[in-house]
Each structure stands twice: as C-alpha cells, then as structure tokens.
T-cell receptor, first 113, second 114 residues
Framework: GDSVTQMEGPVTLSEEAFLTINCTYTATGYPSLFWYVQYPGEGLQLLLKATKADDKGSNKGFEATYRKETTSFHLEKGSVQVSDSAVYFCALAPPGGSYIPTFGRGTSLIVHP | NAGVTQTPKFQVLKTGQSMTLQCAQD?????MYWYRQDPGMGLRLIYY???????DKGEVPNGYNVSRLNKREFSLRLESAAPSQTSVYFC?????????????FGPGTRLTVL
C-alpha cells in the first residue's frame, strides 16, 4: 500500500539557518503530494502541494519539488524563523480510488533565537 | 466563515463512559474525516464520509461509530471509552472527488480516558 516516510525529529536549528526535512513515498502511479504544518495547539493546515512530477510547490518561503525519479518531496527553507517552530507532515493522495491521503508521522522543528 | 469547528475542545472520561464528538463545516465540502493523533504515530484515519449518506472505515475504526447527519455535520461516538482511546481527535473536510484536494482541519478535541 501507499506509505510516506519522513525524517525523525526533532530538528533543532538556530534562526536564519537553512532547513531541509526529507520525505520519501511509496505509491502506485502519480500521487498528489502535500506538506501540512501544525502549530502548537492547533489543527493541521496546508503549507504547499504539488500535483505532478517536477512541479514545485511554494509558500511562506518554503519550497518542495515533486521528484518522481527519487520518489521524494523534500521540504526546504533558506532562512528559518522562530515562528516556523511547528510539526511538519508530508502526505500523499493517490491518483485513483477514494483519494484519501496517507500522512507521514510528522517532523518537529524547533527554531532557537 | 468558521471553517471546521469541533466540540468539545477538551474532555475527560472514565473508562466505560460514552461520548460524542461533534464536527461541523461551513465550506460546502462533500467529504469529511475523523483522525486521531498520538505521539510518534502521526495521523491515523478512523472513519470517513465521502459524501452525505455514506460512511466507511479507515485504518483504526474499532471502538468508534460515526454519523453523517447532513452535509455539514459528522459526529464520532465512543460507546464505551477505554484508556487506549486517549488521544487528540481531528475532524477534516475536503471538496471530495479529486486527489489534488486540500484537507481542512478543525482545532481538535483533546480526550483523556482514565
């Protein structure tokens, strides 16, 4: 079945550092790929998405590129802020069937001033 | 627009008690979902409703029942709560019918079963 694997956290960075959170997936065909973010005490919200190979999703300085050849969708940001501290979830939705997304286990990011 | 609302925000139950978690959306979405979130386990789907009048089991349905009351409301019921059901519960919605659909989440219900 479909699966999403994320790097384990927590990831701890200083403000203005470069961020990479790795995400790889297993799926049949060409799924849609998502990054969701969860701030403390809140529900998840969409950060960015990409729906076909080589697409780049971007939002709030975050980027991720849909790499079919490596089945990856790594999240990057050039300069993190304290306000980026949150849990980040990678997810995929299959191209057929019920379209219900499969989520990774989440990666906690802690940014220190 | 309120988006997706959940009640209650917090709840403490004793083992064996029952309760219903409520979810409502004003986004006119077709699909609704219930997830639970546990440390280190990510999100696990309990039940979903692809459209009004239909419900289906997800990954972890045991011990739960659901009702899609109308297009707006989707409730989750614990008939006899167990400590293993201590978790944070999230309701989510999506337009439905496309793999590119974004899911929109409520703020969550934090449930403790003693």
């Amino acid at each position: 079945g479909d699966s999403v694997t994320q790097m384990e956290g927590p990831v701890t960075l200083s403000e203005e550092a470069f961020l990479t959170i790795n995400c790889t997936y297993t799926a049949t065909g060409y799924p849609s790929l998502f990054w969701y973010v969860q701030y403390p005490g809140e529900g998840l919200q969409l950060l960015l998405k990409a729906t076909k190979a080589d697409d780049k999703g971007s939002n709030k300085g975050f980027e991720a590129t849909y790499r079919k050849e490596t089945t990856s969708f790594h999240l990057e940001k050039g300069s993190v802020q304290v306000s980026d501290s949150a849990v980040y979830f990678c997810a995929l939705a299959p191209p057929g069937g019920s379209y219900i997304p499969t989520f990774g286990r989440g990666t906690s990011l802690i940014v220190h001033p | 627009n309120a988006g997706v609302t959940q009640t209650p925000k917090f709840q403490v139950l004793k083992t064996g008690q029952s309760m219903t978690l409520q979810c409502a959306q004003d986004m006119n979405h077709n699909s609704m979902y219930w997830y639970r979130q546990d440390p280190g386990m990510g999100l696990r789907l309990i039940y979903y409703s692809a459209s009004e009048g239909t419900t289906d089991k997800g990954e972890v349905p045991n011990g739960y029942n659901v009702s899609r009351l109308n297009k707006r409301e989707f409730s989750l019921r614990l008939e006899s709560a167990a400590p293993s059901q201590t978790s944070v519960y999230f309701c989510a919605t999506s337009g439905g019918g496309r793999p590119t659909d974004t899911q929109y989440f409520g703020p969550g219900t934090r449930l403790t079963v003693l």
